[in-house]
Nanobody, 115 residues
């Protein structure tokens, strides 16, 4: 059974930083593309960043230069380092794992940025 468990969310003032973690079990993490998505109230879920098995990264324009995605294959964990947080970064952040046979999501972690 594939499981993704996110952690690291919380409340922070604008300009602050947080690091999200997503630990995967039940599948081969090293051969999966991993992504972070977010969903704000009343809005659709959107891509924040993803990282491939080869380490290629892509970011949403809104977070470029502020967020960094990374992965530690030895720990089956993907990270999202978020800096210079803005009020509009407030959302539930979800981890996503993509395999050839399916897509899996974590339960989400809330990030709240106050002015």
């Amino acid at each position: 059974q594939v499981q993704l468990v996110e952690s690291g969310g919380g409340s922070v003032q604008a300009g602050g930083s947080l690091r999200l973690s997503c630990t995967v079990s039940g599948t081969s993490f090293s051969v999966a593309t991993m992504g972070w998505y977010r969903q704000a109230p009343g809005k659709q879920r959107e891509l924040v960043a993803y990282i491939t098995t080869g380490g290629s990264r892509r970011y949403a324009d809104s977070v470029k230069g502020r967020f960094t995605i990374s992965r530690d294959n030895a720990k089956n964990t993907v990270y999202l380092q978020m800096s210079s947080l803005k009020y509009e970064d407030t959302a539930v952040y979800y981890c996503k794992l993509e395999k050839t046979y399916g897509t899996f999501w974590g339960q989400g972690t809330q990030v709240t940025v106050s002015l």
